[in-house]
């Protein structure tokens, strides 16, 4: 099981830490591109710890806004807190998994293995390590493997397990499933699952809706780059408030 302690909310000091579960919070948050606003949050209050599935149509801003969540870029204005920390050195160890894994080239397991190392884990507990994730994503027969050989699926669960090697408090995922084939799809599932078992708290973004439907907990969707609606999933499926939110799941239902 990985173990997610109390390190951060004791490092908190007064930007953040105990208290804050895992509370992750925007304020104002704007993001332009040449002038284009293309993601408008003036208020967003995620508490409690579960997974929260981001949906929404093509163009929507799903992927703007996890970058932005992850912060690897930088909103023109606004905040993002997650525990009540704003990011900097204290920030809680997060990972990020793109829809389109970036690998490095080199094998299977020193993909792993380096993911490890950066994090100054020693050598003797690296080999268990790496052995202990490629069993867990199914990566076992594959670890001399060149890792850009991979398939989608497999690269995907490889990209998945390098990211939980950093035993991430929050893990950001982008279509981790789409153009998966059912079998890898209910691999990766299991993995997420896992890892939101054991204290990972999940932002997905995700247009499969059976898949939003067992995992999230809480479903923000968003539209022309604004949060139309927030609600509990078994909410938000059964009973969406908003026009956007129905066309999209009755569009989604018939296909
Ligand atoms: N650097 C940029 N310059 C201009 N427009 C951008 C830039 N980055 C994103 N956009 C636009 O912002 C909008 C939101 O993009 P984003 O990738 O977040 O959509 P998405 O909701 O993830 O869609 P999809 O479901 O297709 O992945 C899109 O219309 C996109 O074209
Ligand atoms: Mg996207």
Same mark, same amino acid.
């Given at each position: @099981?990985?173990?997610?302690?109390?390190?951060?909310?004791?490092?908190?000091?007064?930007?953040?830490?105990?208290?804050?579960? !895992?509370?992750?919070?925007?304020?104002? /948050?704007?993001?332009?591109?040449?002038?284009?606003?293309?993601?408008?949050?003036?208020?967003?209050?995620?508490? #409690? !710890?579960?997974?929260?599935?981001? @949906? #929404?149509?093509?163009?929507?801003?799903?992927? /703007?806004?996890?970058?932005?969540?992850? #912060?690897?870029?930088?909103?023109?204005?606004?905040?993002?807190?997650?525990?009540?920390?704003?990011?900097?050195?204290?920030?809680?160890?997060?990972? @990020?998994?793109?829809?389109?894994?970036?690998? /490095?080239?080199?094998?299977? *397991?020193?993909?792993?293995?380096?993911?490890?190392?950066?994090?100054?884990?020693?050598?003797?507990?690296?080999?268990?390590? =790496?052995?202990?994730?490629?069993? @867990?994503?199914?990566?076992?027969?594959?670890?001399?493997?060149?890792?850009?050989?991979?398939?989608?699926?497999?690269?995907?669960?490889? $990209?998945?397990?390098?990211?939980?090697?950093?035993?991430?408090?929050?893990?950001?995922?982008?279509?981790?499933?789409?153009?998966?084939?059912?079998?890898?799809? =209910?691999?990766?599932?299991?993995?997420?699952?896992?890892? *939101?078992?054991?204290?990972?708290?999940?932002?997905?973004?995700?247009?499969?809706?059976?898949? *939003?439907?067992?995992?999230?907990?809480?479903?923000?969707?968003?539209?022309?780059?604004?949060?139309?609606?927030? *609600?509990?999933?078994?909410?938000?499926?059964?009973?969406?408030?908003?026009? $956007?939110?129905?066309?999209?799941?009755?569009?989604?239902?018939?296909?």
């Amino acid at each position: @099981m990985l173990d997610r302690g109390a390190s951060v909310a004791a490092g908190g000091g007064e930007d953040g830490g105990a208290g804050e579960g !895992c509370a992750l919070s925007v304020r104002g /948050l704007v993001y332009e591109v040449g002038g284009q606003r293309l993601l408008d949050v003036p208020s967003l209050e995620l508490v #409690g !710890c579960e997974t929260v599935v981001i @949906m #929404g149509p093509n163009g929507a801003g799903k992927s /703007l806004f996890l970058r932005l969540l992850h #912060g690897l870029i930088a909103p023109d204005r606004g905040e993002i807190r997650y525990r009540g920390f704003r990011g900097g050195g204290d920030r809680p160890r997060q990972a @990020m998994v793109f829809q389109k894994p970036v690998l /490095l080239r080199r094998s299977v *397991a020193a993909n792993v293995d380096y993911a490890l190392k950066v994090q100054g884990v020693g050598r003797g507990v690296r080999r268990r390590r =790496v052995q202990e994730l490629l069993q @867990m994503g199914g990566l076992l027969a594959q670890a001399r493997q060149p890792a850009r050989t991979l398939s989608g699926g497999e690269a995907q669960r490889l $990209a998945l397990v390098r990211a939980l090697a950093g035993e991430p408090e929050i893990l950001f995922l982008d279509e981790p499933t789409a153009s998966l084939d059912p079998g890898a799809a =209910v691999a990766l599932e299991a993995l997420i699952a896992e890892a *939101a078992a054991a204290g990972t708290r999940v932002v997905l973004v995700t247009h499969d809706l059976g898949l *939003a439907h067992r995992l999230g907990g809480e479903v923000v969707f968003l539209h022309h780059g604004r949060v139309a609606e927030q *609600a509990p999933v078994e909410q938000f499926f059964s009973a969406p408030r908003t026009e $956007a939110a129905r066309s999209f799941l009755a569009r989604n239902l018939v296909l």
